[in-house]
């Protein structure tokens, strides 16, 4: 069995974790809400269209912007469009006696 080298120290309690705020793909995000562009193409530098839409989904969904920005990937190009403002549905009332 081999030995490894460690040390051993007592603390009195554990730090908290530090969580990064926002995210480096926020701005895309941020940047196309602002624009005004109700479809937009986007490219990044040495990162696969797939992984952004994934990414940008990922922070789509933890801002609630759902309602408002759809992303997608079409022939390896990664898209933002606008979510179109769709009517209220209402419920189908039974006919009447």
Same mark, same amino acid.
């Given at each position: 069995m081999s030995n490894i080298d460690f040390n051993l120290e007592p603390v009195n309690k554990? *730090?908290?974790r530090?969580?990064?705020? +926002?995210s480096k793909y926020d701005p895309i995000i941020d940047q196309?809400?602002?624009? +005004?562009?109700?479809l937009a193409q986007i490219e990044v530098?040495?990162? +696969?269209?797939?992984y952004l839409r994934a990414q940008l989904k990922k922070r789509i969904e933890a801002r609630e912007l759902e309602n408002?920005?759809?992303v997608s990937?079409?022939?390896n190009i990664s898209y933002?469009?606008?979510e179109p403002i769709r009517p *209220?549905?209402? *419920?189908?009332r039974p006919p009447d006696k």
């Amino acid at each position: 069995m081999s030995n490894i080298d460690f040390n051993l120290e007592p603390v009195n309690k554990k *730090p908290s974790r530090r969580y990064r705020k +926002g995210s480096k793909y926020d701005p895309i995000i941020d940047q196309f809400l602002t624009s +005004g562009m109700d479809l937009a193409q986007i490219e990044v530098e040495d990162i +696969g269209a797939n992984y952004l839409r994934a990414q940008l989904k990922k922070r789509i969904e933890a801002r609630e912007l759902e309602n408002d920005v759809l992303v997608s990937v079409v022939n390896n190009i990664s898209y933002l469009e606008r979510e179109p403002i769709r009517p *209220p549905i209402y *419920p189908i009332r039974p006919p009447d006696k």
